[in-house]
């Protein structure tokens, strides 16, 4: 039989490395299936829903660095892609999407389920294009992987379903050399700016750093120069398992979802340095206060706040090169407050109380300190986002990864099959509310299938929680956001898991020893207390008298029918 062009994607993908595929097949791509089924190299995952592949793919780009791939049939199969494929696109991730498309001679004839695929992944992708001949494949597969890997993005390519079954073109005499070929640029500013910069930091007294995704593997650099400032250290979020969380500089992250001492932090410095950060929220910058941002991407530079000085370049070059024109500091006055208070917050979390209600930030505290040193959490957005980013402590070799920048329900379960497809022997921990669980439960019966033992921890309270959180800061009255939920460890053990439905903190103990030796996914429904707030760290009058207005309308409110 004569190789076709499905064949040749395959073993290009396999050429550079891929060893995941994660989709669901269909008609237009049912020669790429067979193309997958013939060899053993290229492993194709199935999965119950493409946005759950997607976010998979998503997850093992975030994790590796390495180029993720998914894949979705014409219509409804590419369109379910694209919640995924837009997680990886703001995170700035590889990933290649391949959709199947109807044949070449009835494109434009409005026949079932046709769409106009390029136009669908025209904001998403970076890369987005047809193959139309097969004499153009490889030239399309080469530059998509090369975009996406070089821009950090998401690279598309749609194929027409009879494009798929030709025979495929002579493969080019340079395809395992192209394998191979790697380029690292080296990006720094001129000296005569970070001179500037260093000035800018020597004159102030109490300089405090903000770091993000951008300063991972250059962490002996950021420490180094924190060190020579006596300045404590802030994270995003997502920057979050690049230091240990009890490093005595680390002060907590940023933002609503960070921590009142890192916040502090920012609002008591006289001068700021941005290391590799985009964080968005311009309320958590400090005002009137010299600003200093380090940024691989000149385009970040001052785009949230104005800066005194912007250095592009990358953090492993730039950092070591400003430290150079830094004395060290005696003074640490304000480090050590800073620190004190830290001590004083963290010895502080609320734990359970005596009336038995199980506390969000205790399940979050025991999950931390019963993990694995080597463990790898997924994190859903929500509620269980702040307690986790505030409550489980990082260490070791941890990673803790979510969907940053767009902040999707849905993520931690298909992100943790990616993990674990990723880093078979590391354990996986998926930590998600029960309106995240809910929404692509399904590929919990994917994790079965192949044999991925991920522990999945439910913060189940009830209720889409922070929606919460967010009508109440508009003074409303809390609607729409109730949960009516199964049982999910009678839901887990139908799907061929185990798990464990926990209600004080030695249950919690005790499911996580359980689902850390468990052979299949493992769930624990974690019955988290619905009435616990979360108290943001800055705290405006605004805010307050919003919350009261909420509290108030909230008791008088009559019931709604709309709810019912």
């Known amino acids: 039989m004569s190789r076709t062009v499905s064949d040749r994607i395959v073993e290009f993908l396999a050429e ?40 998979a793919a998503s997850a093992q780009a975030k994790l590796t660095g390495h180029l993720g791939v998914c894949v979705g049939c014409q219509g409804p199969g590419a369109i379910h892609l694209l919640n995924g494929l837009y997680d990886a696109s703001l995170d700035h991730v590889p990933v290649l999407a391949i959709t199947g498309q109807i044949p070449r001679d009835d494109i434009g004839t409005g026949k079932p389920q046709e769409i106009d695929q390029l136009r669908l992944f025209e904001d998403v992708a970076v890369y987005n294009q ?3 001949s097969p004499d153009n494949l490889d030239a399309v597969l080469s530059r998509a992987v090369q975009e996406a890997l070089w821009r950090k993005g998401v690279a598309h390519i749609s194929i027409p379903a009879d494009v798929m079954r030709l025979p495929a073109s002579a493969k080019p005499d340079n395809a395992k050399e192209e394998a191979r070929f790697q380029i690292r640029t080296i990006v720094r500013p001129p000296q005569s700016e970070i001179r500037k910069a260093a000035e800018v930091l020597n004159r102030a007294s109490r300089v405090t750093v903000l770091y993000g995704e951008g300063v991972r593997r250059s962490e002996a650099h950021l420490l180094a120069l924190a060190w020579r400032l006596n300045a404590p250290l802030v994270h995003t979020t997502r920057s979050k398992d690049v230091l240990p969380s009890r490093h005595p500089s680390l002060m907590g992250g940023i933002g609503l979802m960070g921590s009142r001492t890192a916040n502090h932090a920012l609002q008591e410095c006289n001068a700021l340095l ?20 380090i940024d ?4 970040r530079i001052g785009r949230r706040v104005p800066v005194t000085v912007g250095l592009p370049g990358e953090a492993r070059e730039v950092l070591p090169a400003l430290a150079e024109e830094l004395p060290e500091r005696t003074d640490c006055t304000f480090l050590e407050r800073m620190r004190k208070e830290r001590e004083k917050e963290v010895a502080g979390r609320i734990r359970t109380k005596k009336d038995g209600l199980l506390h969000p930030g205790e399940v ?5 300190e019963r993990s694995p040193e080597d463990t790898i959490f997924l994190v859903d957005a929500g509620t269980v986002t702040v307690w986790t980013n505030n409550c489980l402590d990082i260490r070791g070799t ?56 991920v522990v999945v921890v439910v913060y189940n309270n009830g209720a889409y929680q922070f929606i919460e959180y967010e009508e109440a800061a508009e003074g409303n009255p809390i609607f729409g956001t109730k949960l009516t939920n199964p049982d999910f460890v009678a839901l887990a ?28 996914p493992y769930v624990i429904d974690a019955r ?37």
């Open 364 to 368: 979050s505290r025991i999950i931390g």
């Open 398 to 453: 941890q990673r803790f990864v979510w969907s940053a920048n767009l902040g999707s329900l849905g993520f931690s379960l298909p992100a943790g099959i990616g993990a674990k497809f990723a880093a078979r022997t590391r354990p996986v921990v998926a930590l998600t509310g029960d309106g995240g669980f809910g929404m692509l439960l399904g590929d919990l019966s994917t994790a079965v299938r192949y044999h991925l033992p």
């Open 130 to 132: 047809e193959v139309r």
């Open 296 to 299: 691989i991407d000149p385009s």
């Open 16 to 55: 550079r490395g891929v060893e995941q595929i994660f989709g669901i097949p269909g008609d237009t791509i049912d020669s790429l299936m067979e193309s997958l089924r013939k060899q053993k190299t290229v492993h194709f995952v199935v999965m119950r829903h493409e946005e759950a592949g997607a976010f």
């Open 274 to 293: 941005i290391v590799g950060s985009d964080f968005a929220f311009r309320e958590y910058y400090p005002e009137n206060v010299p600003i200093v941002q």
């Open 493 to 520: 053990k139908a799907f061929g898991a185990n798990g464990r439905t926990v209600e004080s903190p030695e249950e919690v103990s005790k499911a996580l020893e359980e689902a850390f030796a468990s052979p299949v």
């Open 528 to 564: 988290v207390n619905p009435k616990e707030l979360y108290i943001p760290p800055l705290l405006t009058p605004g805010m307050v008298m919003a919350f009261a207005r909420s509290q108030i309308r909230s008791f008088f409110a009559s019931p709604s029918e709309a709810e019912g």
